[in-house]
C-alpha cells in the first residue's frame, strides 16, 4: 500500500525559514507535490518534483531524494499569510495502474509574530 | 478567468435523503476528480473520469456515485447519506494523467452537512 507522513503542526516565528518533512512508502512512483490550504479553503499547487533536486519558486522551494523516498518543503521570510495547512502529495502508479496522486496527513504551520 | 466551480457552497441534508453536489469547469481538463476531506485530514480520492472513463477507487462505498454528462460537468451523488458523510468534497482537474500534467486545480468545495 501507500502512506505517507509528515509532521502533524509546526510553528515558526514571521521573517524565519521553516522545512516542512514528507517521508513516503509506494510502488510505481512518479513524483511528489506540494499543496497549500488555508482553513475553509481549497488546496492550491505549489509545486512538483519529479527528479531529485531542489525546485526554487519564490519564497518557496521543494527537495526531492527519491532514493531516500523523502522530499521536503522550504517556506522562506515567512509571512502571517503562510499561516496554512501543507499536504505532500505521492504522484503514482501502484500496481502497474494509472496514475493518482495520494495525499500526506497534512502539516498545519502556525507563523507567529 | 478559467475556473472550476461547485455549487452549492454549503449543502445540508437530512439522514437518508439523497443529494447531489455539482462541479463545473471552464478550463476544459480531461479528468476530474472528487475529493472527500473531514475536518483536519487529508483529502481521500472517491473517485475520478478520464474523459468519459470512470475510475472508482477500491474503498470508496456504493453509497457514491457520480455522473459526468460532458466535458465541463461532474455530479457527485450521495444515495442515503450518513451522519459519517459530512465533510468538505472537493472536485479538481487536472489537464490530463499523462507525466507532464501534474498541477490538479481544486474548486472551492461543498462543505455538506447531515442533520
Known amino acids: 500500500g501507500q502512506s505517507l507522513e509528515q509532521p502533524s503542526e509546526v510553528t515558526a516565528v514571521e521573517g524565519a525559514i521553516v522545512q516542512i518533512n514528507c517521508t513516503y512508502q509506494t510502488s510505481g512512483f512518479y513524483g511528489l507535490s506540494w499543496y497549500q490550504q488555508h482553513d475553509g479553503g481549497a488546496p492550491t499547487f505549489l509545486s512538483y518534483n519529479a527528479l531529485d533536486g531542489l525546485e526554487e519558486t519564490g519564497r518557496f522551494s521543494s527537495f526531492l531524494s527519491r532514493s531516500d523516498s523523502y522530499g521536503y518543503l522550504l517556506l522562506q521570510e515567512l509571512q502571517m499569510k503562510d499561516s496554512a495547512s501543507y499536504f505532500c502529495?505521492?504522484?503514482?502508479?501502484?500496481?502497474?495502474?494509472?496514475?493518482?496522486?495520494?495525499f500526506g496527513t497534512g502539516t498545519k504551520l502556525q507563523v507567529i509574530p | 478567468d478559467a475556473m472550476v466551480i461547485q455549487n452549492p457552497r454549503y449543502q445540508v441534508t437530512q439522514f437518508g435523503k439523497p443529494v447531489t453536489l455539482s462541479c463545473s469547469q471552464t478550463l476544459n481538463h480531461n479528468v476530474m476528480y472528487w475529493y472527500q476531506q473531514k475536518s483536519s485530514q487529508a483529502p481521500k480520492l472517491l473517485f475520478h473520469y478520464y474523459d468519459k472513463d470512470f475510475n472508482n477507487e477500491a474503498d470508496t462505498p456504493d453509497n457514491f456515485q457520480s455522473r459526468r454528462p460532458n466535458t465541463s460537468f461532474c455530479f457527485l451523488d450521495i444515495r442515503s447519506p450518513g451522519l459519517g458523510d459530512a465533510a468538505m468534497y472537493l472536485c479538481?482537474?487536472?489537464?490530463?494523467?499523462?507525466?507532464?500534467?501534474?498541477?490538479?486545480?481544486f474548486g472551492p468545495g461543498t462543505r455538506l452537512t447531515v442533520t
Open positions: 479538481a482537474t487536472s489537464r490530463d494523467r499523462l507525466l507532464l500534467s501534474y498541477e490538479q486545480y
Open positions: 502529495a505521492v504522484r503514482a502508479a501502484p500496481g502497474g495502474g494509472y496514475q493518482k496522486v495520494t
